[in-house]
């Protein structure tokens, strides 16, 4: 199935090596002239300390930040758009490809459009619900204690607790979202999702695994044969890994779709 929806794979290769193209120049743009401005490390310390002040000063006192602030806040919205739009093509052509008609990506888009945007954009809401009380409680641990506070053992708790409540919301809502695309109710893909949750949660943990597995025997292979090999396994991996990101859609709508044949 991931094979037959190769085309797709390329489109969100290029979506993807587009978005991280535009990044890098947004990033680039931002830390090449700091570090023209850096002071030489063989200058006294007091440079140093100087730039940090002037920078520190115009942070907090000036709006030098607001136009990288709102780009990085309209790349993010763009890709809040893109992504599920993205999503309910390929669900979509999942569950009515056929050997005959092909994949039905555009269709996807066209016509499952708004519940699958609506459920990713509530999956994000649940996500990061948790970080509104994590995240000041990690920085304030973070400048009592430092790095030793937010290694302790209820910070790594509240942490592996975050972690696991992250992996339930979105299997849990990307088996909602296949039923979006199948035209089965809310409740009806939630009670399906629920019995199939094991399973569910085994074969992305399985298929998560296959791709980390992946990326360190490229990273090993690059470390090791340093040079043009290197550099054509690292541009090709992006490939691999958007190829391994359907593969794991594929498997994950298999998964599900059992529940309803049995």
């Not at 085309?7 to 090596?17: H, R, S």
């Amino acid at each position: 199935m991931s094979i037959k929806h190769f085309y797709i794979v390329i489109l969100l290769f290029l979506y993807q090596l587009l978005c991280g193209f535009f990044l890098y120049r947004f990033v680039d743009s931002i830390v090449v002239p700091l570090l023209k401005r850096y002071p030489d490390t063989l200058q006294s310390q007091s440079t140093v300390h100087l730039f940090i002040t002037e920078a520190q000063f115009q942070l907090m006192k000036t709006d030098i930040l607001h136009p990288y602030l709102w780009t990085l806040g309209i790349l993010f919205g763009i890709r809040m758009l893109m992504t599920p739009l993205i999503n309910a093509g390929l669900f979509y052509s999942l569950r009515n490809a056929t050997d005959e008609g092909g994949t039905r990506f555009f269709e996807g888009i066209r016509r499952a459009w708004k519940p699958v945007t609506l459920l990713y954009w509530i999956t994000l809401l649940l996500i990061a619900a948790p970080g509104w009380w994590l995240l000041p409680r990690g920085f304030h641990i973070l400048t009592q204690y430092g790095l030793s506070g937010l290694l302790s053992t209820n910070m790594l708790l509240w942490a592996g607790g975050w972690l696991i409540w992250i992996i339930v919301v979105h299997l849990l809502f990307l088996g909602m979202q296949f039923g979006a695309v199948a035209g089965v109710s809310l409740m009806s893909s939630l009670s399906q999702t629920l019995s199939r949750l094991a399973p569910l949660a085994a074969i992305t943990v399985t298929m998560w695994a296959i791709g980390i597995l992946i990326g360190l025997t490229v990273s090993t292979v690059s470390y090791i044969w340093a040079g043009l090999l290197a550099l054509v396994l690292h541009q090709g991996y992006h490939l691999i890994r958007t190829l391994v990101k359907v593969w794991t859609t594929a498997s994950q709508y298999e998964t599900w779709q059992a529940g309803s044949d049995s």
